[in-house]
Every structure is written in structure tokens, then in C-alpha cells.
């Protein structure tokens, strides 16, 4: 069994302010899982979230129903 490594990226939307995340989509179909972590600190803790919680959170993100900060 192998084991596999998340392929950490930015969205291409990302203007490098400081406030970016960073997801690992290559584990969704794999694992279940989307880890996502703060590009700023990628030694620090990751959120594994179930693959249809984070399609319906880019969604939300998209539709604009989150306001903004």
C-alpha cells in the first residue's frame, strides 16, 4: 500500500495579502477528504474536511452567501 502526499496549491485568485489558505484536492477522490491549511503556517495544523462540506463551502463561496469581512 502506498501512501499518497497532498499536492498543496493557492487559488490563482490568491494576491498574496497574507490571508491565503492552501488545499490539497488530490486526496478527494482517494481519501474523502480535502486538507486545507494556512499557507502562511504549513507546518501548523490542517483541516480534513469531508469532500462534499468543502464542494458545499466553495459553493456558498461562489453564490456569494457568505458576505465579506
Known sequence: M????PL???SSYSDNGGT???????L????GIVPVR???NTAGPV???PTGSFASFVA????GE???P
Not at 60 to 63: R, T
Open 60 to 63: 456558498s463561496v461562489k453564490a
Open 2 to 5: 502506498t501512501t499518497e502526499s
Open 28 to 31: 478527494a477522490a482517494t481519501r
Open 20 to 26: 491565503c489558505v492552501e488545499v490539497a484536492a488530490n
Open 47 to 49: 483541516l480534513s474536511l
Open 38 to 40: 494556512d499557507s502562511k
Open 66 to 68: 457568505l458576505g465579506t
Open 8 to 10: 498543496w496549491f493557492k
